[in-house]
């Protein structure tokens, strides 16, 4: 039988985020002056996803505990580490362009230099597809890097034609198109306008993913880049039946205007699609099978902790109601597909002859 203590891949684990004085030495002079001129420093630039003093914001099983002991704490063998930073949000794109390479050269510098379980995430701005391929170029021949980060709420539905330049060089250089929860607030996360309150937002956000999934298949994503691998993060996943079902059953009646779609949406999805096991939304162990029976199994969910975001009590990241043969695979061997670069990962090979020997 599969241990739960085996080895594992975190696929949402958050880095600390810096702030703007941290990235000065980051910045050639003329944006450290910029930034000195404009008081930067003094702005927080964080995403309303997670409030201050919101519960939701930290696990209480975290407290006092740095990346590196919380990596201990569950046994993680590799997290792909993300730094979700508010300058993201600038609409100067200069600005952001050097903010953003800013973020991903602190990430290398402070984080994955010092930790060596960490892997990291090319943070880019969907706004600006020639930046960010850009960026991605700048990165890609650093392999701690295995995904490129956006986040769920842009201007624009992921499908659309505008990002594909960044889903060409993700799919080029064996990078995973990885999509956050959250968003730029341009637009409201409701088609029926703006919310009042955090709660409503945070639970618009999977309607969001939703959408996202619907796009990349409609729009033909999938056949246009047949390498590409995406994986949703804090997207949870209990609205998956129903999403999958309906668009099998709209593709039958309509498959003539999208002929690229040459079989049903869950097929063309399948091997594709990867989302963070956190937050796991059904409220018990039943629930979850009945979820994992309408999806067609495990094979798209992948271990998360989401540290340090509150989706589970204790210190048990993986919900009751998982089958026992399906562990290994949510633990790591699920990354091990949704990741190509873990492929010749030496950590991740580790991690495969646990798969193995647990099998």
Not at 200 to 229: C, H, W
């Amino acid at each position: 039988m599969p241990s739960r203590t085996q080895l594992r891949i975190d696929a949402d684990f958050h880095l600390p985020q810096a702030a703007i004085g941290d990235l000065l030495p980051f910045l050639n002079e003329h944006w450290r002056s910029q930034v000195a001129d404009r008081e930067l420093p003094s702005m927080p630039f964080r995403l309303t996803s997670y409030p201050a003093n919101s519960p939701l914001t930290r696990n209480p099983s975290y407290e006092g505990l740095d990346v590196s002991a919380a990596l201990d704490k569950f046994d993680t063998g590799i997290a792909v580490a993300s730094m979700l930073h508010g300058v993201v949000a600038l609409h100067n794109p200069d600005m952001r362009s050097a903010l953003l390479s800013a973020v991903n050269d602190y990430v290398a510098k402070t984080w994955l230099d010092a930790e060596p379980r960490l892997r990291g995430s090319i943070l880019v701005s969907g706004e600006d597809p020639a930046a960010s391929v850009a960026e991605i170029e700048r990165l890609a021949g650093d392999k701690r890097f295995v995904q490129v980060l956006m986040l769920a709420m842009q201007e624009i539905h992921h499908g659309n034609r505008h990002y594909w330049p960044i889903y060409e060089a993700c799919e080029r250089h064996g990078l995973t198109m990885a999509i956050h929860a959250g968003g730029l607030y341009r637009i409201p996360p409701s088609v029926s306008g703006w919310p009042s309150f955090q709660f409503e937002d945070y639970v618009m956000q999977s309607m969001v993913f939703e959408n996202i999934l619907t796009a990349l298949i409609g729009e033909g994503v999938f056949q246009k880049f047949p390498d590409l691998k995406v994986v949703f993060l804090e997207s949870g996943f209990a609205w998956l039946p129903t999403t999958i079902w309906r668009n099998d059953k709209t593709w039958r009646g309509v498959r003539q205007e999208v002929p690229w779609l040459d079989r049903k949406p869950s097929e063309i999805m399948a091997g594709r699609v990867f989302m963070s096991l956190q937050p796991s939304d059904p409220p018990g162990p039943d629930e979850l099978r009945q979820i994992i029976k309408h999806i067609g199994g495990t094979d798209m969910l992948l271990y998360s902790t989401d540290y340090p975001h509150r989706q589970f009590d204790g210190g048990n990241a993986l919900p009751e109601g998982l089958p026992e043969d399906a562990i290994p695979g949510i633990l790591a061997g699920n990354a091990l597909k949704a990741y190509p670069r873990l492929a010749d990962d030496p950590m991740a090979s580790r991690a495969a002859e646990t798969l193995e020997e647990t099998a």
